[in-house]
């Protein structure tokens, strides 16, 4: 049984173009995070949600909306794509927040702007 | 301002030991993490610090000394399996917890 969940796991699209990537957790924690992984390997943290509520939201653009429709899932909406994004995301869980709990990272989504 | 540094690459042969060092400045600190990634992968959690001393968890140890902002990660009797990267990341008590990420150290195990 996959714990932490994301879809795709690769997308290719234009710039400009608006996309969105889904995430889900079965591992019934309360936290979730979107990480972008950039081409120099450092993961650094976007956004994180407690029980659909918003804590974290990092210096991102605002071309990039978080949905937390329950504490299982977190999407991850992008409009207008630039080329700066293309990079690897990274949804993850923890069981509660602060999170001293281990997180759990999902497979990655690689997006590629052209 | 916060900083997570780490050496970009270590290589090593099968059976030996490798210590990867991370040194860290945060605004606020609330334990140290270690997460191994094999290339494309997802991070995987090995070990979590936040009291000073060696935490021993078979192959792998992790020591923790906050007075110097400074841990290190032990792979002993390494394992062509072992090569991967390994990333530090300080919890900062700011902001619910954020995770700050080094860039990772790339371990090389060669035959």
């Known amino acids: 049984d996959t714990a932490v969940s994301q879809t795709p796991k690769y997308l290719v699209t234009q710039m400009g173009n608006d996309k969105s990537i889904k995430c889900e957790q079965n591992?019934?924690?309360?936290?979730m995070y979107w990480y972008k992984q950039d081409s120099k390997k450092f993961l650094k943290i976007m956004f994180s949600y407690n029980n659909k509520e918003l804590i974290i939201n990092e210096t991102v653009p605002n071309r990039f909306s978080p949905k937390s429709p329950d504490k299982a899932h977190l999407n991850l909406h992008i409009n207008s794509l630039e080329l700066g994004d293309s990079a690897v995301y990274f949804c993850?869980?923890?069981?509660?927040?602060?999170?001293?709990?281990?997180?759990?990272f999902g497979p990655g989504t690689r997006l590629t702007v052209l | 301002g916060q900083n997570i540094d780490q050496p970009t690459e270590m290589t090593a042969t099968e059976g030996a030991i490798v210590q990867i060092n991370c040194t860290y400045q945060t605004s606020g600190f609330n334990g140290l993490f270690w997460y191994q990634q094999h290339a494309g992968e997802a991070p995987t959690f090995l070990s979590y610090n936040v009291l000073d001393g060696l935490e021993e968890k078979g192959r792998f140890s992790s020591f923790l000394s906050r007075s110097k902002g400074y841990s290190y990660l032990l792979l002993k009797e390494l394992q062509m399996k072992d090569s991967a990267s390994y990333l530090c990341?300080?919890?900062?008590?700011?902001?619910?917890?954020?995770?700050?990420f080094g860039a990772g150290t790339q371990v090389v195990v060669t035959p």
């Open positions: 990341a300080a919890l900062t008590t700011d902001s619910w917890g954020k995770f700050q």
């Open positions: 591992l019934g924690h309360d936290t």
């Open positions: 993850a869980s923890s069981l509660k927040n602060p999170a001293t709990d281990t997180q759990y």
